[in-house]
């Protein structure tokens, strides 16, 4: 077999000497145009005769002696295919909202406020003092009242005396009696009146808002400050109706905070019963934990629903499914270490993850580098990561 390797190259030595005494190596080099670009024609066409020459006993050599041909192998970096739990989630965002509506404090009845005991942000309790109001005009009302009421109690007594000796007319002893009730009736709805100049707190919670300051005036029900209790808090999201069917309640949902970079898991406590007509969605309620104040009402929220679940599904990362010129999607694995093309049905895709329903049997070896620099059939070195 050696001397027919030699053999071969005698001969291709041979023919490279003919090739080349074909032209007179002395001659001249041409010294116009035309002849120059003959010259370089034909060494041309000899120089692809050559090739081919050398193309056919390199085949041959190989064939006769196949440890002579050395493998190329392109080096990549593989990962096995396992088989997980895939789920899908639809993201739609909402806003942090107190499960209880904001609570006023506010007078019964009209008046200066002369103290106001509380600021924002202090937390209050239901029936603490917030302010006081004026009233001072009732007070001396009362004054007066009173006054008209000892009269009245005075001649009630005389004409009393009278009735009992069989004195005086019976219309003047019911007119005394009831003179005297009808003051004292007085009397104690002005006194009740007179306890309005304390307002006190109707829920417990923080003071959000302070909307009158000491020595303003206060109308009768008109708010002086605002109250909201935040550590009762929901998340409210608008959902489309597509997936009117994919959210129920009692459902457990993931709840993401983007401006505190928090998550936290929810329960779904309400499902709107009604369609907004003009976005075509409804309303979302789910239950969360306050953290200690950290979430604030009107935070930024956002809600994930799952809507689509799969047990023991081949999922394979986007970045390793690519796509041929007939817009087929694949995936590179590798078998006895040659890279070969599967061609698969994609499923649905969440988070950088895509569902494979077709053209993998989730025991395949993926190749992960290098994958988009190798074909069908390739030699493949596998490298070890560090």
């Not at 004054?143 to 000796?165: G, H, T």
């Not at 489309?240 to 457990?252: F, S």
């Not at 329960?267 to 019963?273: D, E, P, S, T």
Request: hydrophobic share 40%; with cysteine; aromatic share 4%.
């Amino acid at each position: 077999m050696k001397n027919l390797i030699n053999f071969l190259a005698f001969t291709l030595l041979l023919f490279s000497i003919a090739c080349s005494s074909s032209t007179d190596p002395t001659d001249e080099l041409p010294e116009t145009l035309v002849d120059a670009q003959k010259a370089l024609k034909e060494k041309r066409r000899e120089l692809k005769e050559l090739k081919g020459k050398i193309a056919e006993i390199e085949a041959v050599i190989a064939q006769l002696d196949p440890g002579s041909k050395k493998e190329k192998r392109t080096p990549v970096t593989v990962q096995a295919l396992t088989m997980k739990d895939f789920n899908h989630y639809v993201e739609v965002q909402g806003n942090v909202v107190t499960v209880q509506d904001p609570a006023y404090a506010s007078s019964e009845t009209g008046g200066r406020i002369t103290e106001l005991l509380v600021k924002e942000g202090q937390y209050i309790k239901k029936g603490d003092l917030v302010a006081k109001i004026n009233l001072e005009s009732i007070g001396k009302s009362i004054l007066q009242l009173e006054e008209s009421l000892s009269l009245a109690e005075d001649i009630f007594k005389r004409q009393e005396n009278l009735w009992n000796q069989k004195i005086g007319s019976e219309i003047q002893y019911l007119q005394a009696k009831s003179q005297v009730e009808s003051l004292k009736k007085n009397k104690e709805s002005l006194q009740f009146e007179l306890t309005k100049a304390n307002v006190h707190a109707p829920a417990s919670g923080f003071v959000d808002m302070v909307m009158l300051k000491e020595g303003e005036m206060s109308g009768p029900g008109t708010p002086i400050i605002q109250i909201l209790n935040t550590k009762n808090l929901k998340v409210v999201a608008s959902v489309p109706e597509i997936y009117l069917g994919k959210a129920k309640r009692g459902q457990k949902v993931t709840l993401q905070f983007p401006a505190l970079n928090e998550q936290q898991s929810g329960k779904i406590v309400m499902i709107g019963r009604s369609i907004h007509p003009a976005n075509r969605t409804f309303e979302v309620e789910a239950s969360i934990n306050s953290k200690n104040g950290l979430l604030k009402p009107n935070l930024l929220a956002t809600m994930l629903i799952n809507d689509y679940s799969v047990k023991e599904a081949i999922v394979v990362p986007d970045e390793l499914i690519l796509q041929d010129i007939s817009g087929a999607d694949f995936v590179m694995v590798t078998e006895n270490d040659k890279a070969v093309k599967k061609v698969v049905k994609m499923g649905k895709g969440y988070n950088n993850e895509t569902v494979i329903d077709e053209g993998l049997t989730g025991n395949e070896t993926l190749v992960v580098k290098g994958a988009r620099q190798i074909s069908d059939g390739d030699l493949l070195k596998v490298l070890t990561e560090n």
